[in-house]
């Protein structure tokens, strides 16, 4: 499954970062079975790469992604654990031309016009928009599907459940990233039942936005 297909498997992408690996399989299934099916692993945290290995085999048919993927390193340790794809906050040739090289399935970070027409020339049409907010969000994200219009974004930064719906009801945005289902304190209590709830939520959000598209 390629990077744009995974994107129109969900509307919402939870960005997890993991600093307990008891945590790792528990918050998956409450995330997963609250109908979000595409999940975001950071690897902000020094289990981060244990934990996507401990779900993607506890959880065969999730599609599980990397993110905070910065440089070869970072990539290939992905690739090792078995990611379905990998998410960068933005990019340089180094990881670029490793992306290539090993033919991985990345979602590039832009924030401006020119970080886009970069991408395009090295053939991305899929691509991460962060920091949204403080990039102007949906109306930078308009003003650039106007001269590119063959570009498709996932936000990230600052999108939470009251600005979600104005992202994805524009032509260029598949999905947004998001944490607000993810709440520190919920997780330290292992409250599973209540990011549930909140994964219910969101994923209620996916419909109705993806009714109101016509998809």
Do not use: H
């Not at 790469?49 to 085999?57: C, G, H, N, V, Y």
């Amino acid at each position: 499954m390629q990077i744009d297909e995974i994107l129109k498997q969900t509307q919402v992408i939870p960005v997890m970062v993991i600093n307990d690996l008891d945590d790792a399989i528990p918050l998956a299934n409450a995330l997963i079975s609250g109908g979000l099916k595409v999940l975001e692993i950071t690897l902000r945290t020094p289990v981060a790469l244990e934990a996507i290995a401990l779900i993607k085999d506890a959880l065969p048919d999730s599609i599980i992604g990397s993110g905070t993927v910065i440089d070869p390193k970072t990539l290939n340790d992905s690739l090792n654990v078995g990611v379905d794809f990998m998410v960068s906050p933005g990019i340089n040739n180094e990881l670029l031309n490793e992306a290539k090289l090993t033919k991985a399935k990345l979602l590039p970070g832009a924030a401006t016009p020119t970080e886009v027409m970069s991408l395009m020339s090295a053939g991305f049409n899929s691509m991460k928009f962060f920091p949204a907010e403080a990039a102007g969000g949906t109306k930078m994200l308009k003003s650039i599907e106007g001269p590119l219009p063959q570009v498709t974004f996932c936000p990230t930064g600052g999108i939470n459940l009251q600005n979600a719906p104005a992202y994805l009801e524009l032509n260029n945005v598949a999905c947004v990233g998001g944490t607000w289902m993810l709440d520190k304190s919920l997780i330290q209590q292992k409250n599973w039942e209540q990011i549930n709830q909140l994964a219910i939520q969101a994923s209620q959000l996916n419909v109705y936005q993806s009714e109101r598209k016509g998809n």
